[in-house]
Structures are given as C-alpha cells and as structure tokens.
C-alpha cells in the first residue's frame, strides 16, 4: 500500500484553466503538506494542516487554496493557472507536525506543466 | 531565521569514488538536522538525521555529523556506486516546528 499518494502524477494544461491535485496519506499521521519544487529542484514549503487546520500559509499567491477534509486527505486547488505554476508538487505527512523522528513521508509528486 | 546552505552541484562521481556534500546551517537554539534523498522520478525519503550535537546519523553507508562549533552536517559515502545517483537534500527543524527548511539539493551522478 502506498503512504502517500497524489493524483494525477501529469498533469498539462492551458493558462487560464483551473486544476486540483489530490493527495491522501494512510499512515495515521496528523500533519499534512504540499510543497512546491521548481525546475531547479529547489523545494518550497507551501501549506501545511494539522488535524484539518491550517498552521503553515506561506508566501503563496491566494490562487491556491489547500482543502483538507479529514485529516488524511490534503487537496490544493490552482485557479487561472499561470506558466510560473509548471513545477513537481509534492504532498509530505508527518505524525503530529516533526516530533519524533522528525521525519516527512513524501507522495511521489505531481508534475504540473502549463502552456 | 532557519536556513541552509549546501555546495551547488551537479557532482559527478565515478564509481567507488569518496562523496562529501558540504552542508551548513544557521538556526536559533538546537535543530535537528536531516538529509533526504530524491532518487530519479520519485518523492524524497529520510537518509538520515541527527538531533544534537555530536550525533552521527548513518545509513546506507552515508555518514554525516552533527558539529555545532562549525554549525555543519556534511555528508559522506567512502564508496559510492551508480545507484546512489540522486538529488541530496539537507534540511533542519526546530523541536516543536511544523516545518522542515531545504537546503537546495545536489545532483550526485555515478558514472560507472
């Protein structure tokens, strides 16, 4: 069984259009996140829920909106989607936010390519 | 606030080559200190980690120790082969802290 996983792994769509990637974790954990990595492999951390709130909002553009309904399940919804949004996202859990083994579990990502 | 740095790639290597990734970092208090790996076409996953200073986390036959004086946690492999070509992460956390900070990432090619 995968922990972590995203739907869909492609995804290539016009600018302008709206797009939502998925991603469920069946590890139990509490804290759920997405992260942004660029065509640099550079990794950004965008949104992070605990227990279905929101605790981690960085500097992202209000076009994305994190949906979490339960506590397994992190969604991010893209709107009017623009070329600068083409990277890998990747949803990571990890069991009540880094305590512990202070370990992220990481989905496989879901490229995003914007024409 | 948290940050790391770690040297720019892309290293390539030939096999059975000695492999250091140089990584720094600057944080308040005491983190703990990761390094992930993103091997081709997939997500990262924990190499190994350190929590305090002085602490040596191995795995896979990499190494890295945790050195407050220096504020440092290079990696190492004596040997390297042409699996372990990937994308090398180094991260930190503070206790408590919901968020893991990135370093940049290396490019390690092992050419055979």
């Known amino acids: 069984d995968t922990a972590v996983s995203q739907t869909p792994k492609y995804l290539v769509t016009q600018m302008g259009n709206d797009k939502s990637i998925k991603c469920e974790q069946n590890?139990?954990?509490?804290?759920m996140y997405w992260y942004k990595q660029d065509s640099k492999k550079f990794l950004k951390i965008m949104f992070s829920?605990?227990?279905?709130?929101?605790?981690i909002n960085e500097t992202v553009p209000n076009r994305f909106s994190p949906k979490s309904p339960d506590k397994a399940h992190l969604n991010l919804h893209i709107n009017s989607l623009e070329l600068g949004d083409s990277a890998v996202y990747f949803c990571?859990?990890?069991?009540?936010?880094?305590?512990?083994?202070?370990?992220?579990?990481f989905g496989e990502g879901s490229r995003l390519t914007v024409l | 606030g948290n940050s790391v740095t770690q040297m720019e790639g892309p290293v390539t290597l030939s096999e059975e080559a000695f492999l250091t990734i140089n990584c720094t970092y600057t944080?308040?208090?005491?983190?703990?200190l990761f390094w992930y790996v993103q091997y081709p076409g997939e997500g990262l996953q924990l190499l190994l980690k350190a929590t305090k200073a002085d602490d040596k986390g191995s795995n896979k036959g990499f190494e890295a120790t945790y050195r407050k004086e220096t504020t440092s946690f290079h990696l190492e492999k004596g040997s390297v082969q042409v699996s372990d070509s990937a994308v090398y992460f180094c991260a930190l956390s503070r206790s408590n802290d919901y968020k893991l900070s990135f370093g940049a990432g290396t490019t390690v090619t092992v050419r055979a």
């Open positions: 990571a859990s990890s069991p009540s936010g880094l305590a512990g083994s202070g370990e992220l579990f």
């Open positions: 590890l139990g954990h509490d804290t």
């Open positions: 944080a308040t208090g005491y983190p703990s």
């Open positions: 829920y605990n227990n279905k709130e929101l605790i």
